[in-house]
């Protein structure tokens, strides 16, 4: 018996890209799938649109008001029935052969939790080429992965059992909830990369979530923050979250300082210290401490 593939697609007034994102898991040569689409809280008339276009072809879950996309995919998570989770942002597409290819890995490689593709850059309409520093990487990601996320929730596929052991998505992160998630993957399992580029990766967008915040890497550093008082790293790994920490605090305390947010800044250039002081630092007095100052 086949193994099946929970698809999980989240969206918030998008119905203009997300009939396309769904037409491109029907073209899916792998079959045994089922397509959760979980409509945030959207005003565009998405659940009534996708009704009368794919009918029983895909179940809708709606949340009354817009959550964000964490709790989006979160609940796709809970109510996916099939072993294999795979994600699609809605203004992202696949090509056909995305899901056989990322299953034929799986089979072939027992012990492997978690898998992506290579995907294609579009940017307002034209195809652009990555920089050398988001190159995706297999195996052992983790260091490379502190400085930027380099695994993308479209060209990613997991086991679902994964998210029995490292949790599920950060709903109070309202962006680089992916960067987050990674984090807590790869520090302790190799993240496997095949080299074919399956995905369709759109942006550009003006409603894009990190379009609207300044100073992002404040929810890494977080990220970071938590990763270290939470899991067991080792030395080295350790070594290296520091050492991120407090490149990625310098650069926003000056930042916040540069726009005249002194005390801010100061906190965050401080911070480091705090942290290898007492790596224990408790995880409720960093979360008070960093979500009071991380005002948009």
């Not at 086991?159 to 960067?179: A, I, M, R, S, T």
């Not at 030395?235 to 050492?243: K, S, T, V, W």
């Not at 800044?265 to 630092?281: A, E, N």
Request: net charge positive.
């Amino acid at each position: 018996m086949k193994k099946g593939i929970s698809v999980i697609i989240p969206t918030y007034n998008r119905i203009r890209f997300l009939k396309r994102a769904i037409a491109s898991v029907l073209y899916q040569d792998w079959k045994e799938y089922e397509i959760i689409v979980v409509d945030d809280g959207s005003t565009d008339g998405t659940k009534e649109e996708l009704i009368s276009v794919f009918g029983k072809k895909i179940k809708i879950i709606s949340h009354p008001e817009n959550r964000g996309v964490s709790a989006a995919r979160n609940t796709g998570i809970r109510n996916a029935r099939y072993p294999f989770i795979a994600f699609l942002d809605s203004d992202d597409y696949w090509f056909s052969k995305k899901l056989s290819f990322q299953m034929d890995f799986f089979e072939k490689k027992e012990d492997a939790v978690i898998c992506q593709t290579e995907e294609i850059w579009i940017r307002k309409g034209r195809r652009v080429n990555p920089k050398k520093k988001h190159k995706k990487l297999s195996g052992d990601i983790f260091k490379p992965s502190l400085r930027l996320c380099l695994i993308s929730p479209s060209a990613v596929m997991l086991k679902k059992e994964l998210f029995d052991e490292v949790g599920l998505f950060d709903e109070d992160l309202p962006v680089c909830e992916d960067y987050d998630m990674w984090l807590r993957i790869c520090w302790k399992y190799p993240v496997y990369l095949i080299e074919k580029p399956l995905v369709v990766k759109e942006g550009g967008h003006s409603d894009q979530l990190s379009s609207r915040y300044w100073g992002m890497d404040r929810f890494r550093i977080y990220s970071i923050l938590k990763l270290i008082n939470s899991t067991d790293l080792n030395e080295e790994q350790l070594h290296a979250a520091i050492e991120e920490l407090k490149y990625k605090c310098r650069i926003y305390g000056n930042g916040c300082i540069k726009r005249g947010r002194y005390e801010e800044g100061r906190f965050y250039l401080s911070l480091p210290q705090m942290v290898i002081k007492d790596p224990l630092i408790p995880f409720l007095e960093l979360r008070h401490l960093l979500f009071q100052k991380a005002d948009s």
